[in-house]
């Protein structure tokens, strides 16, 4: 009977433990598909807060913990993320973050794991103010487990924190599975740290491109800058709406290349095409000024440049992009400044080969070197006083007055010339040099020989205009007995010659014997320069 | 000495500068030439190259804000050679006229007797 008795406490025994094998493989089991989908969780990796949760679930539901709690960081430094698991997770929740208490530090400085039986038996319990110990009204913990997540390269990213009420809960194969949990917990921070670090390196580098692009568009639109681009092999064109602009077309337009080589003038077309060929074929850049005809006729001129490109180092070039300006008022300007040059030049040479006139004939009426001297320096400050007055006016003209005033002025005659001024004469430039000569001519012999030689002498002039002719009189009295010259000097010649001939009119010299006169008859349109077609 | 060849020669003068022209007929009258003119503008100087005995002419480019070349034209046309006088130089000078002389102004005597030498001898 005693061995039967055996034989049933045997096999009762073997129940027992059958059925604690059956357990701890049921447990076992329970842990293993736990643990698989915290792995899964962490593997699919799409939500941090999913992740973090399932990990501290799986904790809690491993270790039969009452409260478990995930505090972790990715941006350096601070705990300051959370996920709460377990009955008691509501009670938590207004608690503030853990402190660098000597119980926390070993678990958030990474120091091991803490596993105790009873916390607050725990000689690093409850030396911390402002509560020393758990404060008021959060979940009694006497079981306590505790693991930091630590990353591969050693950086502590977090702690996993378990907690149950009753005493001695926590064994050492639930600090082995909290070991595991904690390091699917490190691969799950981690790899949202590298997701969030690629992600702001690519905002960042959207946020860079976008305001690379923002601001080259602003300062092409503020440079009135147009951009283009072409496609080598397709011949496919596109055009800003500014490029668009510059070949008078609107925004909607369709511009393609063919409408671009026809839109440029016949005269350049070829050069630009041989430039783009040549740009594209060496590399070279593409610079060039052209004229442009836009659809309502009118002719504009347009700067282009631009490079092209190859995709493949030392390929052929696939793409040709630029940028294209309207610099019609730049050729305007560069054109009224090459007239301008040229009307320098021409007005230079043309005082030059006056001098050399003044020169000339001086000389052949000087009897001594001394007088040619006297003669031929009065004369070119004469011609230097007109020049003056044209100047002020900007070479348009100067007035008939200012003329006269200005020549008398000279010879030192004014307070002795009786100005009797008619209606305000204004003379186009070549006719103020030339009435300017003459009045010069006149004036001088009024002073060497004439009316002004002495101190009662008198010289008046008088001028009109009538029927589009200037009647200017002249006219010397009380002077010295005048005698007509043996033969005409250069003053007698230009004015009767020269300046009648110049001006289209008349100029008359009478030698009377009270007094030189001088009538010039001379067509106001000559004088104001509208003789021409 | 003067070149026979220009003594009584016919010559045209188109100038508008007063000055200029005098000078001009001065350094003709030395070679002995009859000068025709001045024309002192574009109207004036066509009338006498359409009409006028001469045997050569000195145009000025450019006569009271017009080019001469339309009077060069016709001169041509007569079988009258001319020469060209300018402030702009030869790069005044267009067109079809671009192998007449060009005497830049200021030039000398000497300038203006090779060019109408060279213009009766051509």
Redesign the interface.
Known sequence: MSSSSDTIKAGAQATVRERALVAALADETRRSEVLIRVGEAVGAGRDIDVIVQTVVDGGVELTRAEVGAFFYDYDGGRFGFYALSGAQRSALEHFPMPRNTAVFAQTFAGVAIVRSDDILADPRYGGNPPFNGIPGGHPPVRSYLAAPVVSRSGEVLGGLLFGHSEPGRFSAADERVVAGVAGLGAAAVDAMRRRNEALAASEAQRGVEASLAERLSFALDAGRMGSWALDVDSRAYEASDLCKANYGRQPDEDFGFADLVASIHEADRDRMTRAMEAAIRDGSDYDIEYRVIWPDGQVRWVHARGRADAIVPGGAAKRMAGISLDITERRRAEARQQLML?EL??????T???????A??TL?TARTPWEFREAFEARLLALSETHNLLTQENWEGAALRAIIDSELEALGGVGRAVVVPGAEVHLSP?AA??VG?GIHELATNAVKYGALSVSRGVVTVHWQVRDGLLELDWTESDGPRVETPQRRGFGS??LE???A????GSVELMYRKQGLTCAMRLPMAALE?R??? | MTDERLVGLRVLVVEDEMLVSMLVEDMLADFGCAVVGPAPDFDAAMALANSAEIDAALLDVNVAGRVIFPVADALKARGVPFAFASGYGAAGVEGDHRDAPVLQKPFRQIDLERALTGLVSG
């Open positions: 040229n030049n021409h007005r230079v040479k043309n030059l080969a006056t001098v050399q006139s003044i000339f004939q052949r070549k040099v030339a000569m010649r230009l010659k020269g300046l001939a110049e001006l289209g320069g003789n021409r077609a």
